[in-house]
């Protein structure tokens, strides 16, 4: 049986927090007793996620911050606004992210994927980690996929926006390898603090994922949808990690249905993933 833990006095951060495994577990993370800031782009979807919230758990510490990441200069707002609110993080959930059918680029002209489902969490988890390296024990719970092994060679760093050609699942599963070496560089950097680092695989979800596609990938998620996991059943590798006393101390693992399971041969690439995080730390202005 998974065990989670009361979460009482302890603040989470949850970004991509008004649909889907967010929101499912911002609710769980709420019923625990933590305070949860749920992190979203849409203020009329804010609001009616904190109003879902507060009625699944009366007596919920919820709250929000608004911050769209296709903008580099609002990651930067959102982890000022926070700090500005709260003087501790004890785990910072980072869940944002989407699948797109053709490139597009964020308003800092990176590929859209890139830019948000790496790019985004990559910066804002080092502008919190002074607040998270304060409040230890903390942790960073990171999303992956098992898309990440959509992408069998290494990472392309001679075209990493994939302007030369676009294929959706190839771009999509490397953002995803990106979020499992970047867990795994971090936690390396994290060994003499009380900090660790986990990304996890919540499994095929019925949410709202997919739909902004077109085509095939669009089809597939409104034919079958009815067959994928449910939103909450998704967020429960992600809440275990967050709240468990089974995984204190666990950093740099990769986990499915609340296990630890082992990525592709490329995401245990170290030279890779200190490449990536060099490069990562180049395109997003990081000091480290």
Same mark, same amino acid.
């Given at each position: 049986m998974v065990r989670t833990a009361r979460m009482? %006095?302890?603040?989470?951060?949850?970004? =991509? $927090?008004? &649909? =889907? #495994?967010?929101l499912e577990a911002c609710k769980a993370l709420a019923s625990l007793g933590a305070t949860v800031v749920l992190v979203g782009r849409d203020v %009329? &979807? #804010?609001? @009616?996620? *904190? $109003?879902y919230v507060r009625q699944a758990v009366p007596d919920a510490k919820v709250e929000s911050l608004q911050a769209d990441f296709t903008s580099l200069k609002e990651v930067h707002a959102l982890a000022e606004a926070f700090k500005a609110r709260h003087s501790r993080l004890d785990v910072l959930l980072n869940n944002a992210g989407l699948i797109l059918h053709e490139r597009q680029v964020t308003k800092d002209g990176f590929e859209a994927m890139l830019g948000i489902n790496h790019l985004a969490p990559f910066l804002l988890t080092h502008l919190l980690l002074d607040v998270l390296k304060a409040s230890g024990p903390a942790r960073v719970v990171n999303? @992956? @996929?098992? $898309?990440?092994? /959509?992408y069998f060679p290494k990472l392309d760093f001679s075209d990493l926006q994939s302007e030369r050609g676009f294929n959706m699942l190839r771009v999509y599963g490397a953002s995803k390898l990106a979020n499992i070496l970047f867990t795994r560089a971090l936690a390396r950097r994290l060994k003499e603090t009380q900090v660790t680092a986990n990304v996890f695989h919540p499994g095929v979800v019925r949410s709202g994922f997919g739909h902004n596609t077109q085509g095939w990938m669009n089809f597939t998620v409104k034919a079958f %949808?009815? /067959? /994928? *996991?449910s939103a909450e059943k998704g967020a429960r590798t992600g809440v275990y990690l967050a709240s468990s006393p089974e995984v204190e101390g666990v950093s740099g693992e990769y986990f #499915?249905?609340?296990r630890r399971r082992t990525p592709s041969r490329t995401a245990r690439n170290e030279q890779l993933a200190e490449r990536l995080w060099q490069v990562s730390e180049e395109l997003t202005g990081v000091k480290t």
């Open positions: 009482d %006095g302890k603040v989470c951060l949850v970004t =991509g $927090a008004t &649909r =889907g #495994i967010g %009329g &979807r #804010i609001e @009616s996620s *904190l $109003a999303v @992956s @996929s098992e $898309a990440h092994r /959509f %949808g009815m /067959f /994928f *996991l #499915i249905n609340c």
